[in-house]
């Protein structure tokens, strides 16, 4: 994706790197680094929900929190168009600019255990960002925390309770509440439902739905599994190890896969239908270690469609229809297997 290619999206990524050095000594001498985040290009369509998919440490919650700079990447450029038109590079903001342009995005947190401080009341929880961020005083914040509550389904006599007292879809559910206080147009959902139970999942992805139309939303919704992010997202991004290797509309990802990493992964989604038997592909191997990286496409010692130049050659990021993009040597020659969309 060339540079600056989508002006208009809400947020665009580019060629954003985040390494860890790997220190040795005394002296602390740098030795290597993992490539948590390799070289990702990626934009997010104001009002659309983009699914973040891949196994687990494969760099796309260190991708997320990249973009709400909870960590700062090592280089390339994070894009977020704010409501006046104006694009900022978040990746070059200081910290006492990030201050003024923090209200326009937010991370949800996979834990909602951990993610919620246990000495304060849903009150000071849900009302520290609005006071923080200067959007009302007094009565008003009340007044403000009340109808959040309200929005994502918990009732106002919970105000002054500690998180302890709440169940784990409840204390999901304030944790959204917060995140929406002041008002972003992006929210990082980072496995928001994946520590929930199966029954209260549903509940969860279903308000995230309902609350994208009635504050105009943009996700970026993190999953380890395709079959979470099937049923919310617009468009999907595949990461393997730190690189993106195909993005597509969740439509066409699903029907023509174009990376063989994404149909080993659609080949794990359970269908619906009794009728569809899809085979499940048994990758060989576990995924490599982002710190020691193979030669050429980082997925040949797993791909079952390798050949020779994969070893030796990292394939390009490449548009091979519209909108879809994919690294592979060989996309426009294998012919995948995709299945069919169940929502
Ligand atoms: Fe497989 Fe080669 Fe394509 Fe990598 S470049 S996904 S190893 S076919």
Partial sequence: MPENNNPDALLEVIHLTKYFPIEEGFLRKQVGAVKAVDDVSLYINEGETFGLVGE????????????????????????????????LDLSRMTNKELREVRKHFHMIFQDPYGSLDPRMTILDIVGEPIRNNNLATGDEVIE?????????????KHLNRYPHAFSGGQRQRIGIARSLAPRPSLIVCDEPVSALDVSI??????????????????YLFIAHDLAVVEHIADRIGVMYV???????????????PLHPYTEAL???????NP??????????????????????????????????????????????????YVACHYAEELELKGVELQY
């Avoid at 040949?300 to 020779?308: F, G, I, L, S």
């Fill in 56 to 87: 687990s440490g494969c760099g796309k919650t260190t991708l997320g929190r990249c973009i709400v700079r909870a960590i700062d990447s090592t280089s390339g450029s994070i894009y977020l168009k704010l409501d006046t038109g104006e694009r």
């Fill in 242 to 256: 730190g690189k993106l290797v195909e993005m597509a509309s969740t439509a066409d990802l699903y029907s023509q």
């Fill in 201 to 218: 999942q549903a509940q969860i992805l279903n308000l995230l739905e309902e609350l994208q139309e009635q504050y105009n939303l943009t």
């Fill in 144 to 156: 403000m925390v009340k109808s959040l509550l309200n929005d994502v389904g918990l009732e106002i």
């Fill in 266 to 272: 659609l080949s794990a989604v359970p269908s619906t």
């Fill in 275 to 324: 009728d569809v038997k899809m085979e499940r592909i048994i990758l060989p191997g576990e995924i490599a270690d982002p710190s020691s990286t193979p030669t050429g496409c980082y997925f040949h010692p797993r791909c079952p469609y390798a050949q020779e130049l994969c070893a030796e050659e990292t394939p390009q990021w490449k548009e091979v229809a519209p909108e879809h």
